[in-house]
């Protein structure tokens, strides 16, 4: 079964507002999560990574103050568009770290979609 | 930064026969992995590769890596239209465990 779950699956809001993903480690206290974003028919592109207890760290091109990262326990971490507009449809796919693994374990995806 | 390129970018083949997918990448690596995506989904891990390995099997699954050549290929033998998906390959990055995908091969597989 899923280990990693993600709500919601999809949303579609207005060009503007904002909108939050969750990301749950459902079997595993995860203190690393990861935060990748797909555009249709590409590839996967890191984001950020989300520490627990701590700043996340964005990759180079990724505005901080666009997409917030919040890691306040180790099960949870969010992710929040804010003031989102067209360009920021995409698939947004979160997962976790296992420090016994190099495995990373996947979450379903949300599909946001900005009007 | 993008690591990995597959090719070919589109396959399209029969039930029963062979999907070959080739990935090329750039800088030296611990593993490589291959994941599969369902069309609008999560992606599933499928097997991983570690830098000292050549080849490695799982079910119908043929994992192959050159690191001379900085390249992997991923074989699906007597493919099912369940194998109908994305595959990408992921490699590590320079630091911290997130991973570098390639834009991934997306296969059909026709009944």
Known sequence: GAVVSQHPS?????SGTSVKIECRSLDF????MFWYRQFPKQSLMLMATSNEGSKATYEQGVEKDKF???HASLTLS???VTSAHPEDSSFYICSDHRGWADTQYFGPGTRLTVL | SQQGEED?????IQEGENATMNCSYKTSINNLQWYRQNSGRG??????????????HSGRLRVTLDTSKKSSSLLIT???AADT????CATDRDSGYALNFGKGTSLLVTP
Request: include cysteine.
């Open chain 1, 10 to 14: 999809w949303v579609i809001c207005k």
């Open chain 1, 29 to 32: 206290q995860a203190t690393t």
């Open chain 1, 68 to 70: 917030l990262i919040n």
């Open chain 1, 78 to 80: 969010t992710l929040t």
């Open chain 2, 8 to 12: 070919p970018q589109a396959l399209s």
């Open chain 2, 43 to 56: 992606l599933v891990h499928l097997i991983l590769i570690r830098s000292n390995e050549r080849e490695k």
């Open chain 2, 78 to 80: 007597a493919s099912r």
């Open chain 2, 85 to 88: 998906a994305s595959y990408f």
